[in-house]
């Protein structure tokens, strides 16, 4: 498993402060991805168990959760950096293309928060009413996606318009 960067970020995961890992090789290769660097596989520094110890001991205070951009078709290794995160204390977070029915049982089983849905130019993102993706809560299945638009930008009637 490797990534591309990381960074602290606020907004992907309301109510917690995130350490975001941008992970590389993703197959699903959506059209429209704000991602498409991360689709090679061969960018970016490999995501060791060491490497992870050293960013969550180095940002421990700083941050609640762990979120991952993809990963998911690193099941195995995931699952183990999940594991780890968790019993570290902090929460846990994955953004993946896939449906939600096909989110491996053993990733659903360590996340708190899955953004699933494949993106969709002519639906938009989460800031849009329209988008066939959803960000919940794991535990509750709570729909995250008002986050997104209550005192933002719902971007879905001009999306309309442009069809």
Same mark, same amino acid.
């Given at each position: ?5 990381? *960074?602290?970020?606020?907004? &992907? ?22 991602? %498409? ?8 520094? &490999? ?28 099941? &195995? ?13 902090? *929460? ?10 096909? %989110?491996?049982?053993?990733?659903? *089983? ?27 809560? %794991? ?25």
């Amino acid at each position: 498993m490797r990534y591309s960067d990381i *960074k602290i970020v606020l907004q &992907e995961v309301p109510t917690e402060i995130s350490l975001a890992f941008f992970i590389t090789g993703c197959p699903l290769r959506c059209p429209g991805c704000h991602s %498409v660097r991360e689709w090679n596989g061969s960018i970016g520094s &490999e995501l060791s168990d060491k490497v992870l110890e050293n960013f969550l001991q180095k940002y421990q205070i700083y941050i609640s959760c762990v979120l991952f951009l993809g990963g998911e078709w690193y099941n &195995e290794t995931l699952v183990k950096h999940l594991k780890k995160i968790k019993e570290l204390g902090f *929460k846990t977070a994955l953004y993946t293309g896939l449906n939600k029915k096909d %989110v491996p049982i053993e990733i659903l *089983k360590n996340l708190d928060y899955l953004k699933y849905g494949s993106y969709q130019q002519q639906l938009g993102g989460l800031s849009s009413s329209m988008t066939n993706q959803n960000l919940i809560n %794991v535990h509750t299945n709570e729909s995250l996606n008002k986050y997104f638009l209550q005192g933002g930008f719902d971007d879905s009637a001009e999306r309309s318009a442009n069809q």
